[in-house]
C-alpha cells in the first residue's frame, strides 16, 4: 500500500518568513496530493491541492509544488501570520475506485509574533 | 449548505452504554466517510459509504456499527466501547473531481469513554 512520509514533525518560523513542508509518497499509482490544515480542536480543512499532470499550484500566500519522478511534494507558505500556527497534513490518493487518503504524520508549525 | 455537520459535539459515555453519532452533508456528496483520529496523530480510515453502500471496512471492531439510512446522512452506532476507543472521530463526505475523490471533513465528535 501507499506509505506517504512528512517533514519536519515540528516547524517553528517567525512571523512574515516563508514555511516548507516535504512529503515523499512511495505508491507511483498516487495522482492526487491534497493538504489539510488542521488548528487545534478544529476540523481538517483542506486548503490546497494538486494531480499529478500540473506541477505547481498557487493559491495567494500557498503553493504546492509535486516532483512525480522523485515522488515527492511540498506545501510552501509565504508572508506567514500567526493564524498559520497549526497542524498541517499530506496525503496522497490514486485514482479509480479509491477512497482511501493515505496522511502523512503531520507537522506542527508555530508562527511566532 | 456547504458543511458538513456533526452531532454531538461531545460525548462522555461509559462502558457499557449504547450511544450514536450523526453526521448529515446537503452538498449532494456521493460518498461519505468515518475516521477516527487520536491527538497529534492523523486521521484513520473507518468505514466508507459510496452511494449508500458500505464500500469499505477497514477491520474496524463489531463495536462500531455504521449506518447510512440516506445520501445526506450518516450514523455511527457505538456499543460497549472501551477506553482506549477515546478520540476525535470525524465525518467526511466526498465529490468526484477528475479521477479522484475531493474530501470535506465535518468538526468531529469528541469521545471519552470512561
Known amino acids: 500500500g501507499e506509505n506517504v512520509e512528512q517533514h519536519p514533525s515540528t516547524l517553528s518560523v517567525q512571523e512574515g518568513d516563508s514555511a516548507v513542508i516535504k512529503c515523499t509518497y512511495s505508491d507511483s499509482a498516487s495522482n492526487y496530493f491534497p493538504w489539510y490544515k488542521q488548528e487545534l480542536g478544529k476540523r481538517p480543512q483542506l486548503i490546497i491541492d494538486i494531480r499529478s499532470n500540473v506541477g505547481e499550484k498557487k493559491d495567494q500566500r500557498i503553493a504546492v509544488t509535486l516532483n512525480k519522478t522523485a515522488k515527492h511534494f511540498s506545501l510552501h507558505i509565504t508572508e506567514t501570520q500567526p493564524e498559520d500556527s497549526a497542524v498541517y497534513f499530506c496525503?496522497?490518493?490514486?485514482?479509480?475506485?479509491?477512497?482511501?487518503?493515505?496522511f502523512g504524520k503531520g507537522t506542527l508549525l508555530t508562527v511566532n509574533p | 449548505d456547504t458543511e458538513v455537520t456533526q452531532t454531538p459535539k461531545h460525548l462522555v459515555m461509559g462502558m457499557t452504554n449504547k450511544k450514536s453519532l450523526k453526521c448529515e452533508q446537503h452538498m449532494g456528496h456521493r460518498a461519505m466517510y468515518w475516521y477516527k483520529q487520536k491527538a497529534k496523530k492523523p486521521p484513520e480510515l473507518m468505514f466508507v459509504?459510496?452511494?449508500?453502500?458500505?464500500?469499505i471496512n477497514e477491520s474496524v471492531p463489531s463495536r462500531f456499527s455504521p449506518e447510512c439510512p440516506n445520501s445526506s446522512l450518516l450514523n455511527l452506532h457505538l456499543h460497549a466501547l472501551q477506553p482506549e476507543d477515546s478520540a476525535l472521530y470525524l465525518c467526511?463526505?466526498?465529490?468526484?473531481?477528475?479521477?479522484?475523490?475531493?474530501?470535506?471533513f465535518g468538526s468531529g465528535t469528541q469521545l471519552s469513554v470512561l
Open positions: 496525503a496522497a490518493m490514486s485514482g479509480g475506485s479509491n477512497y482511501k487518503l493515505t
Open positions: 459509504y459510496s452511494y449508500e453502500k458500505l464500500s
Open positions: 467526511a463526505s466526498s465529490y468526484r473531481s477528475g479521477s479522484n475523490e475531493k474530501l470535506f
